[in-house]
């Protein structure tokens, strides 16, 4: 028995309710208080607004002009820190179809907004937007298919990339 009445009250030091760093009781009622720490990391949400599969069928017209302006996706940026989009291509050339098996990527050609150069693709990413925190900013981007005369009848396609950061 000698060796449970140690035990015993170890026990009752234990369950002896114990205050609160910061608490205060007043006629009956204890009020405490305590921290809430919330960290957040930098989030990031990249979406298009349609989908991702681009047609270009160019006419006798538009190989003649060595080009085409085809309508395209647009990125839509969310994030809570600055913010940068860049494009790029996932390989160094389309793929062909019965076509041309070295065609370029850089025959597509990029332009983020309604005015400006439009650039060349390269599997080198390329800054295509720059932004601050934001709720939702759409990235409006123009596409341009260019056409040579070595470029045999055939299906093309590549993979466009497009890679959010934050800076």
């Known amino acids: 028995m000698r060796t449970q009445l140690p035990l015993l009250a170890l026990a009752s030091i234990l369950a002896v309710p114990q205050a609160l760093s910061g608490q205060s009781c007043f006629g009956g009622t204890c009020q405490g208080a305590t921290m809430v720490v919330a960290t957040v990391g930098t989030m990031l949400r990249l979406s298009l607004d349609r989908s991702p599969t681009i047609t270009a069928t160019p006419t006798a017209r538009d190989i003649a002009a060595g080009y085409q302006d085809v309508t395209g996706p647009s990125p839509r940026v969310r ?11 996932a390989t160094g050339s389309w793929d062909a179809a019965a076509g041309r098996t070295d065609k370029p990527a850089s025959d597509l050609e990029l332009r983020a907004g309604v005015t400006g150069s439009y650039l060349p693709l390269s599997t080198t990413p390329t800054v295509a937007a ?7 900013t759409s990235v409006l981007m123009a596409y341009r298919a260019h056409y040579e005369s070595q470029d045999a009848p055939g299906t093309y396609s590549m993979v466009v990339r ?3 950061t934050s800076r």
Do not use: M
Not at 79 to 89: Q, T
Not at 130 to 136: C, E, I, L, W, Y
């Open 79 to 89: 994030a809570n820190a600055p913010w940068r989009l860049e494009v790029s291509s």
């Open 130 to 136: 720059v932004g601050t925190p934001t709720s939702g």
């Open 162 to 164: 497009y890679t959010l």
